[in-house]
């Protein structure tokens, strides 16, 4: 296959890499690979937000990935990618964030034609690391990372990251791959020679033809934001040290090879940045507010959005969904998930247009209350008569029944006359107070409607009223 035709993708995890997802995007991009695959680990600090934008525009393809308790995020990913996305491409490359793979003399697809060129069937290459420091470097600069960072290690370590042929491997561990045909080369693209007490190790690594820049600490302040995260590779919640620190700040030997690509790194990443705020301009300007919440149903409004369509991001406890909004003006826009059977949220859950570069938090404690519920299903979703009658039927037990009935009587309930003949006779034992009466109206109701009016936790009042 010649380099033209190949197509070939990187795959990462990430976690709270907000200021460094552009630059890697596109340097990666630069370097001639076709797709970029990002895993998310939940991330709080913007990273979400601005991944599922680039989403959006068709740069990237985010995947949303919580901690599972017992299972190491990275390696469950990059299995993930494998079975689900890896057919896609022949080539893929898996590294982190704060690794770049640096050729000589070309591209990507340069060094992977050169491999087949030499042998019969690839199966991967390894790249080892060459580890940069802080370059003595106590605070976070602007600029790019293979900017500001050109002190390394005057060697390669034997730690490797693999670029994999997609048709020759069957699984993918954090630093190597597991072969079912081909050969595993090393970056001199000759057979890899596997260090035999730690055989995911080169046994003696040289510069090659190409490597992965790892910029392992960058300076001390960004050192100490990244020691709060947990490692993705392992299981349970795991710090990295302070001291890891200083073992690789005292590194003298300059590289910069990888800030060759500066110029096309930077006009990249003005490309995306571009795109990225035509999205988030009206975006950014608009307010989401939540109708009805429950552990079934989610109902919310979008004000001052002025455009034709829009999909609206909802992150729980731990899963996520996507929810394609309906324009109901100019300006104003419905969304509604199905949440039964799926439990994307429980105790809080957040909301955010698909581009903004923020998202809106609510906790069970600021979910709508039933009778908030009820004016807003009246004023926006008139026609969601039974939502609207189940939260009447919650109302009435923390408001005055004349509250719920101004808001029903004004309600045509066409669809279902019987919750029309329910209010007629809520309306009149309101007057009455004639407690027998009423319930001697209801007791002719179908069986299971009586269930339902009935029912102490969907109807509070009247299951207490019949007791």
């Known amino acids: 296959m010649s380099a033209v035709e190949l197509k070939v993708a990187v795959c990462a995890i990430c976690r709270n890499e907000r200021p460094y997802v552009e630059e890697?995007?596109?340097?990666?991009q630069t370097i001639g690979f076709d797709g970029v695959y990002i895993?998310?680990?939940?991330?709080?600090?913007?990273?979400?937000?601005?991944?599922?934008?680039?989403?959006?525009?068709?740069?990237?393809?985010?995947?949303?990935?919580?901690r599972k308790e017992g299972i190491p995020p990275q390696r469950d990913a990059y299995g993930h990618f494998l079975n689900n996305f890896a057919h896609r491409y022949d080539y893929v490359l898996v590294c982190d964030l704060?690794?770049?793979?640096?050729?000589?003399g070309g591209g990507v697809k340069e060094l992977i034609g050169s491999a087949e060129a030499l042998h019969q069937e690839v199966g991967a290459i390894a790249l080892p690391w060459l580890v940069f420091g802080s370059g003595g470097q106590e605070v976070e600069l602007p600029g790019l990372v293979i900017d500001r960072f050109k002190l390394c290690d005057k060697s390669v370590a034997r730690s490797v990251k693999t670029l994999y042929s997609t048709r020759n491997t069957y699984n993918m561990r954090t630093h190597i791959c597991d072969l079912?045909?081909?050969?595993?080369?090393?970056?001199?693209?000759?057979?890899?020679?596997w260090d035999q007490k730690m055989p995911i190790k080169l046994k003696k690594p040289t510069a090659g033809k190409a490597r992965i820049h790892h910029y392992y600490t960058k300076s001390r302040e960004e050192w100490l934001k990244r020691r709060a995260q947990p490692k993705a590779d392992r299981a349970k919640i795991e710090l990295k040290k302070i001291q890891e620190f200083d073992?690789?700040?005292a590194f003298v030997t300059v590289n910069d090879q990888a800030s060759l690509y500066s110029d096309k790194?930077?006009?990249?990443?003005?490309?995306?940045?571009?795109?990225?705020?035509?999205a988030q301009a009206n975006a950014d300007r608009a307010r989401i507010?939540?109708?009805?919440?429950?552990?079934?149903?989610?109902?919310?409004?979008v004000h001052d959005l002025p455009c034709e369509s829009a999909v609206v991001r909802i992150s729980g406890d731990a899963a996520e969904a996507f929810a394609r909004c309906t324009r109901i003006s100019e300006r104003t826009h419905l969304f509604t998930y199905k949440n039964k059977w799926r439990n994307t949220y429980r105790q809080s859950l957040a909301v955010s247009i698909v581009g903004s570069s923020r998202s809106t938090r609510f906790t069970a404690a600021e979910y709508p209350s039933p009778i908030q519920s009820l004016r807003a299903l009246s004023k926006f979703m008139r026609s969601a008569e039974e939502h609207i009658f189940s939260y009447a039927l919650l109302a009435l037990s923390e408001?005055?029944?004349?509250?719920?009935?101004?808001?029903?009587?004004?309600?045509a309930f066409s669809k279902n006359k019987k919750f029309a003949s329910f209010f007629i006779s809520l309306s009149a034992y309101s007057c009455t107070k004639e407690v027998s009466a009423f319930l001697s109206e209801l007791e002719g109701e179908d069986e299971d409607f009586k269930k339902m009016i009935f029912d102490p936790k969907k109807s509070p009042y009247l299951s207490n009223l019949k007791s």
């Open 98 to 104: 704060d690794e770049f793979l640096v050729i000589d």
């Open 180 to 193: 079912l045909n081909g050969a595993y080369l090393d970056n001199e693209l000759a057979i890899a020679q």
């Open 39 to 66: 895993y998310d680990n939940e991330s709080d600090d913007g990273t979400s937000e601005l991944l599922t934008a680039l989403d959006a525009i068709g740069e990237i393809k985010r995947v949303h990935w919580p």
């Open 399 to 411: 408001t005055d029944i004349s509250e719920t009935l101004d808001i029903c009587r004004s309600l």
């Open 24 to 28: 890697w995007i596109s340097y990666y």
């Open 265 to 278: 790194v930077i006009e990249r990443i003005a490309a995306i940045r571009k795109k990225v705020s035509e």
């Open 289 to 301: 507010d939540l109708i009805s919440v429950n552990s079934e149903w989610l109902f919310g409004v």
């Open 247 to 249: 073992k690789y700040s």
